[in-house]
């Protein structure tokens, strides 16, 4: 799975644009744009929209590749329910991967589609 700073850097290269191009025109530094790529930084909102119209596309494309959960929805939802904290504390402790839970998620989705006949 392709990250947000992987699939900008992708798109950049596709572009042929250099990195310190795609700064300029985006009027940011090129270590700044850089450490996106690198994922070491997040873009803000404005910057995420700037990206996507200098690559001539949605920035909801660009989104899709953001894995982040804003920490505030995590907080949420473990005070609603605090069941939620005890099993990431559990998934992270028995380093089970996030593609193992993804195929679990997946799996689940599918009983409840079909009814549980699975």
Excluded: C, W
């Excluded at 990195?19 to 530094?29: C, D, I, Q, V, Y």
């Excluded at 700037?50 to 804003?70: K, N, W």
């Amino acid at each position: 799975m392709k990250t947000l700073g992987q699939h900008i850097r992708e798109l950049r290269v596709e572009k042929s644009l250099s990195l310190r191009e795609f700064a300029k025109r985006l009027n940011l530094s090129a270590p700044f744009v850089s450490d996106i790529e690198l994922g070491q930084r997040d873009p803000s909102e404005d910057v995420l929209e700037r990206m996507a119209e200098a690559f001539g596309i949605s920035s909801e494309e660009l989104r899709s590749y953001d894995i982040r959960v804003p920490i505030s929805e995590l907080k949420i939802l473990a005070q609603s329910n605090p069941a939620y904290a005890i099993v990431l504390r559990m998934l992270a402790d028995k380093k089970i991967t996030p593609e193992e839970i993804i195929d679990l998620a997946e799996k689940k989705e599918v009983e409840k589609i079909s009814g549980g006949q699975n």
